[in-house]
């Protein structure tokens, strides 16, 4: 069976051909990560897919760039915001340790997340504690355990606000 493909499509499928290695290397120069920049370069190309109906042959080019520039400011905001707030984690764990108090209560905090992460189901369980304990990267989690990185991002999210949610009704 032949599928056919639109217009809009083939220009979308045409331009990726054409333009991908351009708009790795500008994405790269922006975040300096290879891998990054081929994600969001990958990124670029399907949120074009919900553009299709307004592209055009002429503007096309421009729409891609603009796609992609607006990824690397969404992923720098966010990079920069998490380096911000373990920054500041970091300092108030170091001002607080000479609190016995506050010690006994964050090694509480501790022992509620490790008791709650034990009722994850396995494969988000093991995602969480990859990224929270081991500080791996949502792509060097996606490697290890053969998954894909949007599922890899979905079991975080859910975790993470599992988690949040338990620990508030905690506190």
Do not use: W
Not at 119 to 142: C, D, M, V, W
């Amino acid at each position: 069976m032949q599928t056919s493909t639109s217009f809009s499509d083939q220009l979308i499928i045409d331009a990726y051909s054409t333009y991908r290695p351009s708009i790795i290397y500008f994405i790269q120069s922006k975040v300096g990560d290879p891998e990054m920049a081929k994600d969001l370069s990958q990124d670029t190309f399907l949120r074009l897919m919900t553009y299709k109906s307004m592209i055009r042959k002429e503007t096309i080019k421009s729409m891609i760039y603009m796609v992609a520039r607006n990824l690397v400011y969404d992923y720098l905001r966010r990079h920069y915001k998490k380096i911000e707030v373990n920054s500041y984690l970091y300092d108030e764990y170091i001002e607080g340790t000479n609190n016995v108090e506050e010690l006994y209560e964050v090694k509480e905090l501790k022992t509620l997340e490790k008791a709650k992460l034990s009722t994850f189901p396995k494969q988000r369980r093991r995602i969480y504690a990859l990224n929270r304990f081991h500080e791996k990267s949502i792509g060097e989690i996606s490697d290890m355990m053969n998954i894909n990185k949007r599922t890899v991002e979905t079991h975080l999210l859910l975790a993470r606000r599992e988690m949040r949610t338990y620990i508030k009704k905690c506190i």
